[in-house]
């Protein structure tokens, strides 16, 4: 790996987005990776967009893809893959739910020859979990278990942001879901590419409410389950991932 794309979709977070590009900015990968930003404005209503200019101003380094239209986060992230020229890309959301400086523990599994496909998990033990509702977790545990069934996968974290994919194979992928179905959506048709080496590596976790700015509702986690089944028995291969 010799450079990184983050794609940060942002759809008002005008309390978090600056911060959240400052510390990334700031982050040093390891190996001497080489760093790409992009970010997403999913058509925030709020004062998302003028933080991001006011970034762009001040420490400028950044692709920055203003849409005219709210996609929702897969959207905004099939938006941004288009531009990564990375070897690899991350998602990193736009609050401060996880910590970018964590980047790093995905990096190396890749670094090391060990992994194709590297998962952040909020679950393995040594991760660091502040505040999480029960229901939340119970939900969480729920998806991931039925992703393990029908993906015939080992992972203890579908639903994580932090989700590290070679750029070359995250292109293939015929991906639809526009809002949080992009979770188990991507997850499905990665795991439809025999041969791919996955690993997991703990992560912090800091979760927000829906008074804080949570958009993730009970719907969603509907939706996901969903799209569990739909793209995980009932879209072939030649639906998931472009051949040739």
Known sequence: MKKLSIIIPVFNEE???FEVLKIVQELTL???VEKEIVVVNDCSTDGSKSEIERFQREYSNLVFVDQLLNEGKGGAIHNGVRYATGDYVIIQ?????LNPEEINRLIEPVIKGNADVVYGSRFLKSS????QGYLSKLANSFLTTLSNLVF????TDMETCYKLIPT???KTLILQEKRFGFEP???AKLAKIRGLKWKEVPISYFPRNTVQGK????KDGVRAAHCIIKYGWLTPKKRSVKQG
């Open 215 to 218: 958009k993730i509702g009970w």
């Open 152 to 155: 015939r996968i080992e992972i």
């Open 185 to 187: 959506e991507v997850t």
């Open 93 to 97: 959301d736009a609050d401060l739910e």
């Open 168 to 170: 070359s194979v995250f």
């Open 128 to 131: 660091k979990i502040e505040g």
């Open 15 to 17: 309390n978090t987005i």
């Open 30 to 32: 390891i190996n001497e």
